[in-house]
């Protein structure tokens, strides 16, 4: 009796082994930020897309394959040439995820790293087509319309293939050396002409003020020569008593001049 009932419970036990491990393996979950689309062997990829949670499929019929549809960010280097011709070297940097409804066409068409198939073919194509319509000195100083309009054609060429850009970003642009060789060529070139312009300035202020300094000159002499001829010798002595002034002052001023007594050649008088 006992040996009957313990082989009936070892029945049941791996009976419900069993069936825990069937309706384990009918069992799958999709995290938060997460789809699954269904591949059926009999039927192939279902069109439906499978939300977040736990759900039921049919064990080795059907298998669901897991995508990430958060945005993930992606650098795609670029090469490229100007309109003038110069080399450029451009660095995207795009926020991407895929879009939800159109998961099936792109693993039938893509697979699961569509992201390396698709971005940066597709990237080397709009900057090779928006670049080429500007030349070097443009993509610097109009930066902010050279972005726009790659944003602009690089969204509509993901959005045909069930992609999702949320951000677009130039965080590299740099010239071949021959460009940036010419550019710091016409810098100097540039300073060069800004010194000659100065120096040609100086001349032109200093020709002008010695103009000026011979007028003066010239309206001095004559004023001297009317004077003179006013005032004869008088004025010569004016002259030189103020001349004789403006000496007796600085030496009254200055520390290391001794007056001494008319006839006396020494500080002291000595006795004779």
Do not use: C
């Not at 990237?123 to 972005?147: C, H, P, W, Y």
């Not at 100097?188 to 010695?210: G, M, N």
């Amino acid at each position: 009796m006992a040996a009957q009932l313990l082989n009936r419970l070892g029945q049941v036990g791996v009976g419900l082994a069993v069936g825990g491990a069937v309706i384990n393996s009918a069992l799958f979950n999709v995290d938060g930020g997460h789809r699954a689309v269904i591949f059926d062997r009999f039927a192939g990829i279902k069109k439906e897309v499978v939300g977040e949670g736990t759900h039921f499929m049919i064990p080795w019929v059907q298998k669901p394959i897991i995508y990430d549809i958060r945005a993930r960010p992606k650098n795609v280097p670029t090469i490229t040439g100007s309109k003038d011709l110069q080399n450029v070297n451009i660095t995207l940097r795009i926020l991407f995820r895929p879009d939800p409804p159109a998961l099936p066409n792109i693993y039938t068409t893509l697979g699961q790293d569509y992201d390396d198939r698709v971005l940066p073919s597709i990237t080397n194509e709009v900057l090779k087509a928006v670049v080429a319509e500007f030349d070097a000195g443009e993509l610097i100083t109009q930066r902010e319309t050279l972005s726009k309009r790659v944003q602009e054609e690089l969204i509509t060429r993901a959005g045909q293939f069930g992609l999702i850009l949320d951000d677009i970003s130039i965080t590299h642009l740099t010239f071949g050396r021959e460009f940036t060789v010419a550019v710091e060529l016409k810098q100097v070139a540039q300073q060069d002409a800004e010194k000659a312009r100065y120096l040609v300035e100086k001349a032109e202020q200093v020709k002008i003020a010695s103009i000026i300094q011979a007028e003066g000159d010239t309206e001095a002499a004559d004023l001297l020569a009317q004077a003179f001829a006013k005032a004869g010798e008088g004025l010569v002595e004016l002259r030189r008593i103020e001349t004789a002034e403006d000496i007796a002052t600085h030496l009254a001023a200055s520390r290391n001049v001794v007056y001494l007594p008319s006839g006396q050649q020494t500080l002291l008088a000595l006795p004779q």
